[in-house]
């Protein structure tokens, strides 16, 4: 086995133990006690639980952490309840433009799309780019057209478009409101996994900002600030202001504290969430190390999230001050 500086390797006995696990987040935003109905905190919940379902059924049976990470991740995408696939924010011009990344940590292989219009499930393509093309990502009519030759679902743009998401687009036009839905001010997807060789992926999609302009693209389809794995160390999916997150290469500093500094991941998640507050942003993450230890950390009110393992039951939340 080949060693990595900083990091110690596994014992035979705690690797032959190995197991699986799975965390998944829907985005992050002013989500207090009291701001969700009781009838839309189900409905939340109900929509995390079943990802976590898809990506554990996955697992369970042996499969990978790729394929574990876009079964969950496809879930997110076609419920509106979520800023990604179905459901997602409109640009200044009333436009849907979808983004979205994943990276296999066995190889370091990535693949990404931004500014996606016409694809029904973009990490399915950002998939595609990763393991059929010689590039990391695609962007705009380049992502749609390759999308269309590799045969993955097509869907109107009309598809993505729902009344809640078009009111909150409106709100904006009208009165120029940055967030027009605080509960919701970070709308990203996103899953991390670990499979039963050991082998560590994450995925990320998103809607993108309301109102966004001059084909802005985000932290979630960017490849150390979004979205990072990589075997025998971590894999992380951020959300939040996704300036920030760029600026510090948050997905990839997280990678090097614990690589690096030989900080845990919960530790490793706080001091780079710290470093995004720093700087004046605003958001979350969730990382899982090699171990299959979960940590999520935020400086927002709220995160959409939930977590399975082998030996853990689905559990989800969505208040910061829930364990």
């Known amino acids: 086995m080949t060693a990595i500086p900083g990091i110690a390797p596994l014992a035979t006995s705690a690797r032959a133990a190995a ?41 369970r049976g042996g499969g990978t952490s790729l394929d574990a990470v876009v079964a ?5 995408e076609d419920d509106p309840l979520f800023n990604a696939g179905r459901g997602a924010g409109f640009t200044a011009e009333g436009r849907n433009e979808l983004d979205a990344s994943i990276m296999d940590g066995s190889t370091r292989k990535a693949g990404a799309v931004a ?7 973009p990490v399915s393509l950002a998939r595609a780019v990763m393991e059929k093309s010689a590039h990391v990502m695609l962007g705009g009519a380049g992502a749609d057209a390759f999308s269309l030759q ?13 009344e809640e998401r078009w009111r909150h687009f409106l709100q904006w036009r009208d009165q120029r409101a940055v967030v027009p839905d605080r509960t919701h001010a970070y709308g990203t997807v996103g899953a991390v996994a670990l499979d039963q060789a050991g082998h560590l ?7 993108g900002l309301t109102g966004k302009r001059w084909g802005r693209v985000g932290d979630s389809p960017i490849i150390g600030a979004g979205t990072y ?3 025998k160390i971590c894999a992380v999916s951020a959300t939040g202001t996704g300036e920030f997150f760029i600026r510090s290469s948050a997905a990839r500093q997280l990678r090097d504290r614990i690589a690096w500094h030989r900080e845990s991941v919960q530790v490793a998640a706080n001091n780079t ?32 999230r939930g977590s399975v393992g082998a030996s853990t039951a689905a559990r989800s939340a969505i208040y910061a001050d829930e364990k």
């Open 115 to 121: 500014g996606v219009t016409r694809t029904k499930n």
């Open 150 to 162: 590799q045969g993955l679902e097509q869907v109107d743009p009309g598809y993505f478009r729902t």
């Open 19 to 59: 197991t699986w696990q799975l965390a998944v987040h829907g985005g992050a935003g002013v989500v207090e006690r009291g701001s969700l109905t009781l009838e839309m905190d189900a409905a939340y919940r109900a929509s995390l639980n079943q990802a976590l379902e898809a990506g554990a059924r996955v697992l």
């Open 229 to 231: 794995a990589e075997d």
């Open 72 to 76: 969950a991740v496809r879930v997110l």
């Open 201 to 207: 992926a994450a995925a990320t999609s998103t809607g």
């Open 273 to 304: 969430i710290k470093d995004i507050g720093d700087l004046g942003g605003e958001g979350a993450l969730v990382a899982l190390d090699a171990r299959g230890r979960v940590a999520f950390a935020m400086n927002s009110p709220g995160m959409y």
